[in-house]
């Protein structure tokens, strides 16, 4: 599975972005698929996955909302209410169905990630 992001930048505190993260696989619809984001000098975290509902990290529960669009083989993350410390690189991930949905563990294809950078 082939996964590339877009939508990242530039973006002031308080602004939105959409990231979409486009995948290669004809079955897109049976995998989990989760974002994931590295700030600068810190470790890789979850933000959000989606089988069929979203599910969240509690520092975007209430601003960011994952959708899939099985038809065009896309997942999408709105990102909404900005912050400074949502700066990171963010990674598009696939994993299987029964994949709990927060462990990066449990991913299998990982895109090469787009860069999000909130200024204040």
């Known amino acids: 599975v082939q996964l590339v992001e877009s939508g990242g930048g530039l973006v002031q505190a308080g602004g939105s972005l959409r990231l979409s993260c486009a995948a290669s696989e004809r079955t897109f619809s049976s995998y989990t698929m989760g974002w994931f984001r590295q700030p600068p000098g810190k470790e890789r975290e979850f933000v959000a996955a989606?089988?069929?509902?979203?599910y969240y990290a509690d520092s975007v529960k209430g601003r960011f909302t994952i959708s899939r669009d099985n038809a065009k083989n896309t997942v999408y993350l709105q990102m909404n209410s900005l912050k400074p410390e949502d700066t990171a690189v963010y990674y598009c991930?696939?994993?299987?169905?029964?994949?709990?949905?927060?462990?990066?563990?449990?991913?299998?294809?990982w895109g090469q990630g787009t860069q999000v950078t909130v200024s204040s």
């Open positions: 991930a696939a994993g299987p169905a029964t994949a709990t949905m927060s462990r990066i563990m449990e991913y299998d294809y």
């Open positions: 989606i089988i069929k509902y979203g």
